[in-house]
């Protein structure tokens, strides 16, 4: 005896026609629905890596900013000395620029990569949506359905009660 005979046996055929209609009916949304998930959850985290090194790039230039701005004016004593200075701060200077660069070019970056995730977010949505209206109209229809069924049950239960005081006939 396994557990599928066990559960057909426990539930009425009717709550299993439902079942079995709600399991096939979206079975293809749904899987479009967890690869769009997916695709979203790897959109954001693509979009968490892009934020992490654009803010790692902007660090890098604001630190080598500071070290611009905190190096003494002119400190050197001999010609030596002031021509060392001069190339550090250069090399200095052009490390700045090329990160500074980079951080502003990485906004594309930043910016493509928010497009792609807002893009699946919002493909996530449309199909968890169709399948929520689906859900809905699939569950007022059932209860449209329980409805007449109820219905016609107490008309017949009605005519039943009538038609044995119509036999009986008058007292």
């Not at 790897?42 to 968490?48: P, V």
């Not at 060392?84 to 200077?93: D, I, K, M, N, Y």
Request: charged share 30%.
């Amino acid at each position: 005896m396994d557990r599928h005979s066990v559960a057909r046996r426990a539930t009425p055929q009717k709550a299993c026609a439902l079942s079995a209609a709600r399991s096939t009916a979206d079975r293809g949304l749904r899987a479009v629905a967890r690869v769009r998930g997916v695709r979203e959850h790897d959109s954001r985290l693509g979009l968490q890596l892009a934020l992490a090194e654009q803010q790692a790039l902007e660090e890098r230039a604001n630190d080598l900013a500071e070290r611009l701005s905190s190096l003494p004016g002119d400190g050197a004593r001999t010609p030596a000395e002031l021509l060392t200075f001069r190339a550090g701060v250069a090399a200095l200077g052009m490390h700045y620029r090329e990160a500074f660069a980079e951080a502003v070019s990485h906004d594309t970056v930043v910016e493509g990569a928010r497009a792609r995730w807002q893009s699946d977010k919002t493909q996530l949505a449309a199909v968890e949506n169709l399948l929520a209206r689906r859900a809905e109209r699939r569950r007022i229809e059932r209860t449209k359905a329980e409805a007449k069924e109820l219905d016609d049950l107490a008309s017949v239960r009605w005519a039943r009660a009538h038609q044995t005081d119509h036999q009986a006939g008058p007292r």
